[in-house]
T-cell receptor, first 116, second 120 residues
Framework: AQKITQTQPGMFVQEKEAVTLDCTYD???????LFWYKQPSSGEMIFLIY??????QNATEGRYSLNFQKARKSANLVISASQLGDSAMYFC????FGGGADGLTFGKGTHLIIQP | DTGVSQDPRHKITKRGQNVTFRCDPI?????LYWYRQTLGQGPEFLTY????????KSRLLSDRFSAERPKGSFSTLEIQRTEQGDSAMYLC??????????????????FGPGTRLTVL
């Protein structure tokens, strides 16, 4: 079963609009972390934002915020006031803290295109 | 530049040849990770090191793949007898894992630019 599901393969958004990228996850661990990464066409993965499973408040980093709904197992990324430079692939990822495993599990990504 | 570096950036090889990639992590980072990313997919975890010890290997890491981090600094990933299905981007990442207490709880992984492998 998919541990990370991103249901939007591609999105077109007008510049300056807000955009929400969906992410749902599946885990039986109580302790885990959720990450969002941006991958421009150059290929390098850029860390954007993190949410821990025990964090009571939604994470925010500048124009990025994470809409964390634990009961629904969703961790949507919200980008406010989108810019042309936001055009890229966006990946949601999870790390489960139990069991000693340390690799990230990624979703398939959403290709975001910001239009002028 | 003090980020994660990978060499080469691109590699084209013929099926059956061996290839080796190198990753230099951020200098103070003790954990180093290898991922594989095929077209249209997210990265898939292959293996990781804590210093020179290889602590975890995924089922994707067949016996044709071997990774080393001999002195706990740079790492190499070798693929023997390459197959066309090995064509992918190979990403390296590193992070600092605290040795006492929890420290910062997440310590995100910093990724390198990747090595794109094409097997003809």
């Amino acid at each position: 079963a998919q541990k990370i599901t991103q249901t939007q393969p591609g999105m077109f958004v007008q510049e300056k609009e807000a955009v929400t990228l969906d992410c749902t996850y599946d885990t039986s661990d109580q302790s885990y972390g959720l990450f969002w990464y941006k991958q421009p066409s150059s290929g390098e993965m850029i860390f954007l934002i993190y949410q821990g499973s025990y964090d009571e408040q939604n994470a925010t980093e500048g124009r990025y915020s994470l809409n964390f709904q634990k009961a629904r197992k969703s961790a949507n990324l919200v980008i406010s006031a989108s810019q042309l430079g936001d055009s890229a692939m966006y990946f949601c990822a999870m790390r489960e803290f139990g069991g000693g495993a340390d690799g990230l599990t990624f979703g398939k990504g959403t290709h975001l295109i910001i239009q002028p | 530049d003090t980020g994660v570096s990978q060499d080469p950036r691109h590699k084209i090889t013929k099926r059956g040849q061996n290839v080796t990639f190198r990753c230099d992590p951020i200098s103070e980072h003790n954990r180093l990770y290898w991922y594989r990313q095929t077209l249209g997919q997210g990265p898939e975890f292959l293996t990781y090191f804590q210093n020179e010890a290889q602590l975890e290997k995924s089922r994707l890491l067949s016996d044709r793949f071997s990774a080393e981090r001999p002195k706990g600094s740079f790492s190499t990933l070798e693929i023997q007898r390459t197959e066309q299905g090995d064509s992918a981007m190979y990403l390296c990442a590193s992070r600092l894992k605290g040795t006492s207490g929890r420290g910062p709880p997440y310590n995100e992984q910093f990724f390198g630019p990747g090595t794109r492998l094409t097997v003809l």
